[in-house]
């Protein structure tokens, strides 16, 4: 779900989504018993892309969500949804986190 309240968060909202995507990716690969250079290769690609991937260091465009998707043998949507579904999950338990007072030292 995109919530637009400026130009500036979207943008750190979908940089943040690109590396839970690639976290997505990561797992799926290694419960599919594949290796980045096998992942690649069932998209056509190259190994370190693959790599930049799952580390979260490419921007995820449609077109890169639905290949890699696609490699992995499910729809675009759904790699995206998991994606923003992990996401989610880990900043609410961010938030729920109580916060650690200072003893003023």
Sequence with gaps: ???????????VW????????GKRVQ???CKMNLTQEELAGK???ERGWVSRIERGVTHLGDE??????????MPG??????GEELMEKE????????KI???GR
């Design 1 to 11: 779900m995109i919530r637009f309240i400026s130009h500036k968060k979207l943008v």
């Design 77 to 82: 949507w759904q790699l995206y949804k998991e």
């Design 91 to 98: 900043l609410t338990s961010i938030k729920e986190k109580p």
């Design 43 to 45: 998209a056509d690609k």
């Design 14 to 21: 979908q940089e943040g989504l690109s590396w839970y995507i």
């Design 64 to 73: 890169t969500i639905l290949c890699v998707a696609h490699a992995l043998g």
């Design 27 to 29: 797992e799926l690969r």
């Design 101 to 103: 007072k200072s003893n």
